[in-house]
């Protein structure tokens, strides 16, 4: 058994999904909030490494980005009804903790499954008053295979 502590990154993209409307006899595509993502994350893999396996905890800040991202600019006469218009190119601050199983099959080999919370601070967007600060917290969980040297 040997500790280890490892710096690492990681860069994900996630594809624009498309979603139909809600809405019933409305006939446009509605784009999910955000489109395209591109999200980089990058810090310590700390744990402990057997010779088939490996059990560590990660804590890795980084930057996402949105292709759209949709603000308030006014409230509309109604209560509740706000004029919305989307924002290009959003970045954001991103904080991703979590834990991360790593089987050996072979001394150059690596499975690995990652499992976290992907917290997400939403800055405030003008008109600050409509738009305030927000954080999310994101459940994100992935699996590969890689080669070690």
Do not use: C, W
Request: glycine share 12%.
């Amino acid at each position: 058994m040997k500790k280890v502590t490892h710096v690492e990154a990681e860069g994900n993209f996630f594809r624009r999904i498309e979603r139909e409307p809600t809405v019933i006899g409305v006939g446009v595509r509605v784009d999910e909030p955000g489109g395209r993502k591109i999200q980089v994350v990058a810090g310590p893999k700390i744990g402990i490494r057997k010779k088939k396996f490996g059990v560590f905890a990660k804590l890795r800040p980084g930057v996402i980005g949105f292709e759209r991202y949709i603000v308030a600019t006014q409230i509309g006469p109604i209560d509740n009804f706000f004029v919305v218009a989307p924002r290009k190119n959003a970045r954001f601050f991103n904080l991703d903790i979590g834990g991360v199983f790593e089987y050996y099959p072979t001394r150059r080999t690596v499975l690995r499954v990652d499992g976290g919370d992907t917290i997400i601070y939403y800055n405030s967007q003008k008109p600050k008053e409509l738009n305030p600060s927000i954080t999310r917290h994101n459940f994100q969980t992935s699996v590969g295979f890689g080669f070690r040297f």
